[in-house]
């Protein structure tokens, strides 16, 4: 997280101004706005609309160059001034130094013997950079007034970091002054960098995090200069695309959620010192103690002033350290929560080749036209599973949620035709939407491998399976096993989902311009960028997490069809075998409905509740009901409808106990 500075020279907005006119960057931003303000691209045109995005933001950025301000001297000069600043208003400042870790960036290091879960690190409510005290300070007006500017909390915390980053008097300037000149977040990199992204999961987001931000940045310049309430703003003489994708980034990088000072709701804050910690795998050991008012952090593992230990490392991934030393001072880490790399790419910065959490997204979708949709929705909807949603692949040795197999499980409950799959494929492999399962609307039908097809004439229609799950006194306790592998629907049902993810994954593998092999060797050259290297450690990473799925599917669909050939018995389950289920991924949430009140093509509509904040205090123990703090891979420009400013709910409990807060967003234009 503490990112190595690429410094430059300083230079004063008021003497480096240019002789461009203010119409004339008016009427630039103004275009940069209605581009990007217009429906989203079509299927396929993506790259096409980012490369015109990206030619309007060049032209702007061209015409503002040497007008952003910063600081003088090394980002290293500053951490004395940081150190003595936390420590004067009672941030814990004993046993580490913030210490340059090479390609690792700035950490902390331990100067004394810390133990495991020891509170080694608290930073009180007063040094931190919030939405509440953005809206106490000079943007204020501004904020009180915009409609857009209330609904997201991430962009009003960038505004404020700019508008105090511009003041010479500012509270936070010793913090200020600490943040890195520059990012390695998809926002900062070249265009052949981002082209390297084509084609992976990721670059969907990549291109959405770049249009946003354009937008963003071209809504706001209009508004700081036109707008009454921004008059005394000190970005009304210099606001470039620089300075805001700079200030984007350092709160995609940093933002954690915090309890407002009443306890009752959450806030977005920026947490000096605290953020200089580097992420590694383990468990969430940062919370809020409202009693004391502060953020408190508890040692992740003990730690040895001086002490020489050598890093995690796994030799099958290609180092995202380059040239960093097989032994390492003791660095203080702590883990900012289950996330893919794609998301520590896209908001963080960075990839960790150890993620053990590291995974691939999949849109996957049953069509309304389905003839079975309403009584698949209902038993997908008792699961708590939606008819439509994005399931992950991952990196561990089962590849798949119990919730994505769960899914297939129902999509693949027969039809009516024993010899009728029911699998759609499209040919685009990364499209915006899901991909929609339904043999009868494009009229693809799926050969299962090794099972001989029988005429829809030999056998009546039949819906045992679904209804086996709707109705019935075991009707919970099957819905229940749904996301377990030792309970099958039937042998054929197996085959014909392991059939589907198999080739479902052969066809995203498909999509990538480079091989496995091709990818590895390329990332053995010196003269690749850092941008480049992360670009296509990530693109190889994904194709790993793939193969392994591809593998794991071919080989389950080898072992059904020998179950099936040899006509094993289906496992025979109990209530003691429903119990076995407890606390474990397998188990999945009940939710009733009844079956006469969901139509043919309806949706099931869920309840959301946002979490309350209602401890005095959020305790370190795992297991422990409290609001865990990590940083929030939220990017400022993920948009919502402002008119509908939804809340997403605040917080999910995670498998080990502790509670992570997920994002809260409330609209962006």
């Known amino acids: 997280m503490g990112k190595k500075s690429r410094v430059k020279i300083q230079k004063s907005g008021s003497a480096a101004t240019t002789s461009v006119s203010s119409k004339e960057m008016m009427i630039l931003v103004s275009e940069l706005l209605q581009k990007c303000s217009s429906g989203g691209p079509t299927a396929g045109k993506e790259w096409e609309e980012y490369l015109q995005i990206r030619g309007l933001v060049e032209k702007i950025r061209k015409k503002q160059r040497g007008m952003s301000v910063e600081f003088e001297g090394r980002r290293d000069d500053h951490f004395p001034h940081l150190m003595s600043w936390a420590r004067d208003h009672g941030a814990s400042c004993e046993g580490f130094v913030v210490t340059n870790f090479g390609a690792e960036g700035y950490g902390l290091r331990a100067t004394r013997d810390i133990k495991a879960e020891e509170l080694f690190l608290w930073i009180p409510r007063k040094m ?13 007006p501004l904020y009180n007034q915009d409609r857009i500017l209330q609904a997201m909390d991430n962009v009003t915390l960038a505004l404020h970091l700019l508008c105090e980053r511009a003041n010479p008097a500012s509270f936070w300037l010793p913090y200020i002054r600490t943040l890195p000149q520059e990012y390695d977040t998809p926002l900062f990199y070249e265009q052949d960098e981002v082209q390297l992204l084509q084609g992976t999961q990721a670059v969907q987001d990549v291109l959405s995090q770049y249009r946003n931000t354009a937008r963003q940045y071209a809504y706001f310049y209009k508004l700081i200069q036109t707008h009454p309430a921004s008059s005394k703003l000190p970005l009304k003489d210099s606001f470039t695309f620089d300075d805001y994708r700079w200030a984007v980034s350092s709160v995609m990088t940093r933002q954690n959620q915090i309890p407002t000072e009443d306890g009752r709701q959450v806030t977005l804050a920026l947490i000096p010192l605290w953020d200089m910690c580097n992420h590694r795998n383990g468990l969430i050991t940062t919370g809020y103690n409202l009693e004391d008012d502060r953020c408190e952090c508890v040692a992740l593992q003990d730690y040895k002033k001086n002490e020489q230990v050598k890093p995690a490392s796994r030799s099958s991934v290609p180092s995202v350290h380059p040239g960093r030393d097989n032994r390492e001072q003791q660095q203080i880490y702590i883990f900012y929560g289950t996330r893919s790399n794609a998301e520590f790419v896209i908001h963080n910065g960075f990839f960790y080749q150890e993620n053990a959490h590291d995974q691939v ?40 949620s119990a919730q994505l197999l769960a899914f297939l499980r129902v999509f693949c409950m027969k039809e009516g035709q024993t010899g009728s799959t029911g699998f759609q494929f499209r040919s685009e492999s990364h499209e915006s939407g899901p991909v929609c399962l339904n043999e009868a609307e494009f009229g693809v039908h799926l050969v299962v491998p090794g099972r001989r097809e029988k005429s829809s004439q030999s056998e009546p229609p039949h ?13 919970i306790n099957k819905i229940v096993t749904l996301g377990s592998m030792e309970f ?29 092999e091709e990818d590895s060797s390329t990332l053995e050259k010196s003269e690749l960028s850092p941008h480049s290297r992360m670009a296509i450690q990530l693109r190889l990473a994904e194709k790993w997490i793939l193969e392994k799925a ?29 119990a076995l289920l407890e606390n474990t991924d397998a188990k999945l949430p009940i939710i009733l409905h009844k079956l006469g009140e969901i139509q043919e093509g309806q949706e099931i509509q869920f309840e959301e509740t946002g979490a309350r904040v209602e401890n005095a205090a959020y ?26 400013a939804a809340l997403d709910p605040l917080g999910t409990n995670s498998k080990n106990g502790q509670r992570e807060v997920t994002r809260v967003s409330a609209g962006a234009i």
């Open 488 to 516: 099958p629907v039937s042998w054929d049902n197996e085959i014909k989902l392991w059939t589907f993810l198999e080739t479902r994954v052969a066809l995203l593998l498909k999509a990538y311009k480079t091989t496995s």
């Open 128 to 140: 931190l950079m919030t939405v509440e005290s953005a809206k106490k300070s000079v943007l204020g």
């Open 550 to 578: 591809l593998a794991s599917g071919r080989a389950k669909r080898v072992h059904f069809q020998k179950q099936l050939e040899e006509g094993a018995p289906l496992p025979d389950y109990h209530e003691s075998s429903i």
């Open 361 to 400: 997204k999949i849109k996957l979708g049953i069509s309304k036209s389905e003839r079975l949709y309403a009584m698949k929705a209902e038993v997908l909807a008792r699961a708590g599973i939606p008819v439509s949603s994005i399931f992950a692949l991952y990196c561990n040795e089962q590849p798949i």
């Open 619 to 644: 305790e370190m123990d795992p297991g422990a009901n409290r609001l865990a703090l990590k940083p929030e891979p939220r990017d400022p420009s993920e948009e919502t409808n402002v008119n509908s």
């Open 463 to 475: 819906l045992e399976e679904l209804k086996d799950y709707l109705l019935g006194g075991h009707a």
